[in-house]
């Protein structure tokens, strides 16, 4: 079952090309001396984190499960 | 304070903006009150709470949800939920800090960035300017000293510039009134000469 994965991957597209077009947005009409700079390294560093944790946690479980629907009573 | 003190003060804040002319100072930025932007940090805290509580009620009534599947699924919706209240806080502050009005020793520019994608940008002469009003009304505004500034000039075009809950309003009224007082101080005398100079010139031509 890797649809849950593949659409993780989606969103992931979407994120990365939000999150580009604005870190762009900031180095364009930033001020030089501000803290642009500053803001826009945290944000990359937070990003890569919870990527890279996402990423190390996709690939160590196993996506073959199936669904138990009987946690839900049916 | 003389214009020169205030010009090379603010010079030495090193702001420079994009589409800045080379001669020209900047005299003053003005962002809106950091208090507008409170609403956007506790909309992110409350999308953060949101999960938290989505959490411990999925611990206390269907644990089981957390488990096998499920869970896993769960920590891949945690992960894009996070990234997403990540760029929210991203996207409002960067739409916070680059809205802003600069006072330059030539100009006005006012930056409005309502959203990532729509920014637009006006622009008026200093010496345009007719009259500059500074208003604060409400109890938070008062206490926290942030209010409105309006500029009107003598264009059409432009008309009126309006400055929403910008920090210390009659500080910058004051300011800009002394920049726009000294640039027609400055227009006047130039003119005064040009006047002068062609008048001994044509007194020179006419006697020639």
């Known amino acids: ?74 | 304070m003389t214009f020169q003190f205030l010009v090379s003060k603010m010079i030495k804040l090193e702001r420079r903006f994009p589409g800045q002319r080379d001669e020209e100072a900047t005299v003053l930025l003005a962002r809106v009150h950091w208090f507008r932007f409170l609403g956007h940090i506790f909309l992110t805290l409350l999308l953060a709470i949101i999960w938290f509580v989505a959490l411990l009620l999925l611990r206390a009534y269907l644990p089981a949800f957390l488990t096998g599947m499920w869970g896993q699924v769960f920590v891949l919706f945690s992960g894009a939920y996070f990234l997403f209240v990540l760029l929210f806080l991203f996207i409002g502050w960067l739409n916070y800090y680059l809205d802003v009005w600069i006072v330059t020793n030539e100009r006005l520019i006012d930056i409005d960035q309502k959203s990532l994608f729509d920014r637009s940008v006006s622009q008026l002469s200093l010496r345009k300017i007719q009259n500059v009003r500074a208003e604060v009304k409400g109890i938070l505004p008062t206490l926290l000293r942030f209010g409105d500034v309006d500029v009107e000039s003598a264009g059409a075009d432009v008309g009126r510039f309006s400055f929403r809950s910008i920090p210390k309003p009659f500080e910058v009224e004051r300011k800009v009134l002394r920049l726009a007082q000294h640039v027609s101080e400055q227009v006047g005398e130039k003119e005064g000469v040009g006047t002068k100079s062609s008048a001994v010139r044509g007194g020179k031509n006419g006697l020639g």
Not at chain 1, 47 to 72: E, K, P, R, T
Request: proline share 1%.
């Open chain 1, 1 to 74: 079952m890797i649809i849950p994965v593949i659409i993780y991957i989606l969103f992931l597209i979407v994120y990365i090309v939000f999150a580009l077009f604005a870190i762009y947005h900031v180095r364009r009409f930033g001020f030089i001396g501000d803290a642009t700079k500053y803001v826009t390294i945290i944000f990359v560093i937070l990003s890569l984190a919870i990527i890279i944790f996402m990423a190390f946690y996709i690939f160590s479980v196993d996506w073959d499960q199936s669904f138990d629907f009987s946690i839900f009573g049916f």
